[in-house]
């Protein structure tokens, strides 16, 4: 059973950064995709970032160039490193992880079986 446990999230100004991570355990796949996703009051969730087993990364076209995804394999953590915040990134913010898993075509992946419980991030203008 994969653990997920989201941490990093909190309030600043438009043009900010953050940094999220997401400490996770119980993950005994060779091939794998650990992925962010957030959920804005009202809105749907949307699948934001994407990295797979092999280091390949995918981003969703609202965050591409502002943020990167990677992960320290060696602390079993995953990262999402937020630059040039704007408000309408204001939203919770989750980590997930989906077994046997690959990016394909530079797409995010978004039919994740883990979650962690997120982490609220807000923008102010």
């Known amino acids: 059973q994969v653990q997920l446990v989201e941490s990093g999230g909190g309030s600043v100004q438009a043009g900010g950064s953050l940094r999220l991570s997401c400490a996770h355990s119980?993950?005994?796949?060779?091939?794998?995709?650990l992925g962010w996703f957030r959920q804005a009051p009202g809105k749907e969730r949307e699948g934001v970032a994407t990295?797979?087993?092999?280091?390949?990364?995918a981003y969703a076209d609202s965050v591409k160039g502002r943020f990167t995804i990677s992960t320290d394999n060696a602390k079993n953590t995953l990262y999402l490193q937020m630059n040039s915040l704007k408000p309408e990134d204001t939203a919770m913010y989750y980590c997930?992880?989906?077994?046997?898993?690959?990016?394909?075509?530079?797409?995010?992946?978004?039919?994740?079986?883990?979650w962690g419980k997120g982490t609220l991030v807000t923008i102010s203008s």
């Open positions: 990295i797979d087993s092999d280091g390949s990364t």
């Open positions: 997930a992880a989906e077994p046997w898993c690959t990016v394909v075509a530079g797409s995010v992946y978004v039919d994740m079986d883990y």
């Open positions: 119980g993950n005994t796949y060779r091939t794998y995709c």
